[in-house]
T-cell receptor, first 111, second 112 residues
Framework: EAGVVQSPRYKIIEKKQPVAFWCNPI?????LYWYLQNLGQGPELLIR????????DSQLPKDRFSAERLKGVDSTLKIQPAELGDSAVYLC?????????FGPGTRLTVL | GNSVTQMEGPVTLSEEAFLTINCTYT??????LFWYVQYPGEGLQLLLK?????DKGSNKGFEATYRKETTSFHLEKGSVQVSDSAVYFC???????????FGKGTHLIIQP
């Protein structure tokens, strides 16, 4: 069974540029999460989807961050414009059988 | 709000030593507790979990007991191996499909 797939694995951009991350969850998993992991820290939840509905986006900085999961499968997380402080690893996870399965993450570097 | 505190690393041990990584939590109600592990170059993997007080989670020789009276979920292993070198995260969930609240992680280094 394929795991959670994320792309790209690495992204380097200049500040003020837009960036997007893509996630494909494990097949059949209705719940999808985006987490932010700063260097030396644990992951922090940004948003949770149940199918195509965002049911918890209280920690998503909505002035520059947006997310979508239009068909309830793949999801995209976008930052526009990116700031230096957004340099981090962005993790996607999906839930099955009371367990969250994590993807490898996208490491973003903002110069 | 919910929070998880775990001992800071790095923790350096010799092979076959006894391991304890402390984890305490603050949460309302009765959260589920987890230990995740991140091996070098890999994603987070669930190591073990416990969903109610006095439950013991175990996997790959690691154990942790859900202690409600001390709000703790310490990770232990009797004899560590070089292959156990990784970053370990303690986490909690209020239940259901809620997101996880993680500690900062503990970097474990096992020397041969």
């Amino acid at each position: 069974e394929a795991g959670v797939v994320q792309s790209p694995r690495y992204k380097i951009i200049e500040k003020k540029q837009p960036v997007a991350f893509w996630c494909n969850p494990i097949s059949g998993h209705n719940t999808l999460y985006w987490y932010l992991q700063n260097l030396g820290q644990g992951p922090e939840l940004l948003i949770r989807y149940e199918n195509e509905e965002a049911v918890d986006d209280s920690q998503l900085p909505k002035d520059r961050f947006s997310a979508e999961r239009l068909k309830g499968v793949d999801s995209t997380l976008k930052i526009q414009p990116a700031e230096l402080g957004d340099s981090a690893v962005y993790l996607c996870a999906s839930r099955g059988g009371n367990e969250q399965f994590f993807g490898p993450g996208t490491r973003l570097t903002v110069l | 709000g919910n929070s998880v505190t775990q001992m800071e690393g790095p923790v350096t041990l010799s092979e076959e030593a006894f391991l304890t990584i402390n984890c305490t939590y603050t949460a309302t109600g009765y959260p589920s507790l987890f230990w995740y592990v991140q091996y070098p170059g890999e994603g987070l993997q669930l190591l073990l979990k416990a969903t109610k007080a006095d439950d013991k989670g175990s996997n790959k020789g690691f154990e942790a007991t859900y202690r409600k009276e001390t709000t703790s979920f310490h990770l232990e292993k009797g004899s560590v191996q070089v292959s156990d070198s990784a970053v370990y995260f303690c986490a909690l969930s209020r239940g259901g499909a809620d997101g996880l609240t993680f500690g900062k992680g503990t970097h474990l280094i096992i020397q041969p």
